[in-house]
């Protein structure tokens, strides 16, 4: 049962094994928890309730976590303490300064484009007879993994060289071609690679602030809107007057959601370039160090300055979704 | 990993309530205008999909010496490229990954959705000490971003012997979903009226019994939200199977064998096309037909990882 599985029935087998023994554990929780009569015996059935659960997260996420914050204060080897050397490196090594630079650009550009996008699309599609379809269109790209995505896009960026009667199989480089223009080896070129990968995580992210801050837009209580109609205020007033700061605490959150995802893409960057090229971010470099360069302790610093980065606009996010509740 | 977004399920149900009214409003601001800046950029955000749904269905040849737009003006249609990746060409079989997808979502799904409503039903409706302080936990435990845990978890697992098998992708899954899970859950079980759970215990029910007669069948969509969120959570990851998985070809997920593949051949645009869309094929069929729970779980979960 707990051997790797290599064919195909062995894998299912192995699968039904496996719920089958969870369904018994699951059965021997519930058979305790059922004996347990009486309010006096409810901490306990509470206790047993809980016991799986903080078992897996104390030591699937909370030891490894110290472990890492641990570890990032040692050196490649893990073996010998350097104290804050790692941080050091993140922040004075040059090839580590290109993977914070392009940090930045990610957290700063994609979110604010992949809301605005969405902002708009989702005003603009409220006013349209396809309403659902065109919602449909923009939502699928969300649905499909990041590696798909990549794949996607890495031929649309597709470059064949420029010479006799060679002809661009990528879409972008054959409007370049048609519009007069010399074929580029888009994802080569820095810093002009980082945002081709960017507007990825953007085409992604357009559909779920569009999703979200669609219903938000709908919940503005048509009085509102009857009444500045009924003022004959332009479309534009409409947008700035009436539409934001209605909206307001939900494009927060959407900004603050998708920052927070932002801060964590790796399967773009792994699968489009492998972060060669000066396109590395955080999340890449941890892997890459980690797993790849087996330099333990610069990848867990990596990670820890992931968390750390993470923190302020996890707490943002928590107090601006408190506010838009309490509307 | 940070807080649900129960808000918009509440302004969605706001909304069906005025449909009406929003529907009169519609008639009145349609405007030619706003549809056709619509369909501008919904073609322009389908089109990279297009372009690759339509190379995958061209003779290899062909998607490498012109572009897929000529496909229209030349249109010559073959599944060879489908067949390659089922195993017609050497090293490529895409059947066997998605085997290994479905026997990695299955659990991963199950497991935390069952082991998260038995601990949001102790922390909704029972009382016991400690109850805030460990709530509280778990809910600050979502921050944490699970390239944190990498590493020591992957030598725990070599620990335990389990390296290179699903264990290590199950047990993983599992616990990175259950901190969102359990408090997803919570919030969903507290808007049950405290009535009834007080008449069923009135009438001599245990927690076992309420939790499976009262609360279960009541918790159905929170459940199904949650479960398809996971499932396509799991099925599209990279990280977790790259770095638990990655060792050999045994327990790779699907995700993971496209990846490689356009690591490894990278311009085999008849194999990239055609794999890309079997990858695919799973989550945008969920998405189809489960939209509404789907479109839920996703901003309920947005953030997860």
């Known amino acids: 049962v707990f051997n790797t599985a290599s064919t195909t029935p062995e894998k299912i087998l192995q699968m039904f094994a496996a719920l089958l023994l969870f369904a018994a554990v699951m059965g021997v929780i519930l058979f305790f928890a059922g004996r347990l009569g009486g309010r006096r015996g409810d901490k306990w059935v509470a206790y047993l309730y809980l016991l799986p659960v903080v078992l897996m997260l104390a030591v699937g996420l909370v030891y490894p976590g110290l472990r890492t914050i641990y570890e990032s204060f040692f050196d490649a080897a893990g073996k010998a303490f350097i104290g804050f050397d790692n941080y050091k490196t993140i922040f004075t090594d040059n090839d580590q300064l290109t993977v914070l630079r392009n940090t930045v650009f990610w957290v700063v550009f994609t979110p604010f484009v992949a809301t605005i996008i969405g902002l708009l699309y989702a005003i603009l599609v409220d006013r349209s007879r396809f309403e659902s379809f065109a919602k449909a269109l923009i939502f699928l790209p969300m649905s499909i993994s990041f590696v798909a995505a990549s794949v996607i896009w890495k031929f649309m960026y597709e470059y064949r060289p420029d010479q006799g009667r060679v002809q661009q199989i990528g879409l972008i480089n054959q409007i370049i071609v048609w519009l007069g223009g010399k074929p580029q080896q888009l994802l080569i070129e820095s810093p002009l690679n980082t945002f081709l990968l960017i507007v990825v995580l953007i085409w992604i992210q357009a559909g779920f602030a569009m999703t979200v801050l669609s219903a938000a837009i709908k919940a503005i209580p048509d009085d509102i809107v009857e009444a500045a109609r009924l003022d004959g205020v332009t479309a534009w007033t409409m947008f700035r007057r009436i539409t934001v700061p209605s909206v307001r605490p939900t494009i927060v959150v959407v900004l603050t959601t998708i920052g927070i995802g932002t801060l964590k893409v790796f399967d773009i960057v792994r699968t489009m370039t492998g972060g060669q090229f000066n396109t590395s971010v955080v999340a890449n470099e941890f892997y890459s160090q980690t797993f790849r360069a087996d330099n333990q302790g610069l990848g867990a610093a990596l990670a820890v300055l992931l968390f750390i980065l993470v923190i302020p606009i996890v707490v943002y996010n928590v107090r601006s979704l408190r506010q838009s509740e309490a509307r | ?305």
Not at chain 2, 35 to 53: H, Y
Not at chain 2, 139 to 163: E, G, H, M, N, Y
Not at chain 2, 264 to 273: D, E, F, P
């Open chain 2, 1 to 305: 990993m940070t807080t649900a977004v129960p808000l918009p399920a509440a302004t969605v149900e706001a909304a069906t309530s005025k449909v009406k009214a929003a529907e009169i409003a519609k008639k009145k601001l349609s405007s030619p205008w706003a549809s056709l800046a619509v369909i501008i950029i919904s073609v322009l955000w389908t089109i990279p999909t297009f372009g690759l749904l339509v190379s995958s269905f061209r003779p290899e040849r062909q998607i490498k010496t012109t572009g897929w737009w000529t496909f229209f003006s030349d249109p010559t249609v073959t599944l060879d490229n489908y067949r390659s990746v089922f195993g017609a060409e050497g090293g490529v079989n895409m059947a066997k990954f998605f085997v290994n997808s479905l026997v990695i979502c299955i659990p991963s799904v199950l497991i935390p959705l069952s082991l998260a409503a038995l601990a949001a039903y102790a922390f909704a409706w029972i009382n016991f000490p400690g109850k805030n302080v460990l709530f509280l936990a778990i809910f600050a435990v979502q921050i944490v971003p699970i390239q944190v845990t990498l590493l020591p978890l992957l030598k725990l697992f070599v620990d335990w012997d389990l390296s290179g098998t699903f264990w290590t992708l199950w047990l993983a899954h599992s616990t990175f979903a259950l901190p969102l899970a359990i408090y997803l859950l919570h919030n969903f079980m507290r808007e049950v009226p405290a009535s009834l759970i007080e008449a069923a215990r009135v009438d001599g029910a245990g927690h076992v019994s309420i939790f499976f007669h009262v609360m279960l069948p009541l918790l159905t969509p929170a459940l199904a939200a949650f479960g398809i969120f996971q499932f396509l959570w799991v099925w599209n990851d990279l990280l977790v199977a790259l770095v638990f998985a990655g060792g050999g070809d045994e327990v790779a997920p699907i995700t993971l064998a496209l990846a490689n593949l356009s690591g490894t051949r990278g311009t085999a645009w008849h194999l990239l096309s055609a794999g890309a869309f079997v990858s695919i094929v799973v989550p945008v069929t969920v998405f189809l037909l489960l939209q509404r729970y789907f479109v839920r779980g996703l901003m309920a979960g947005s953030v997860k990882g």
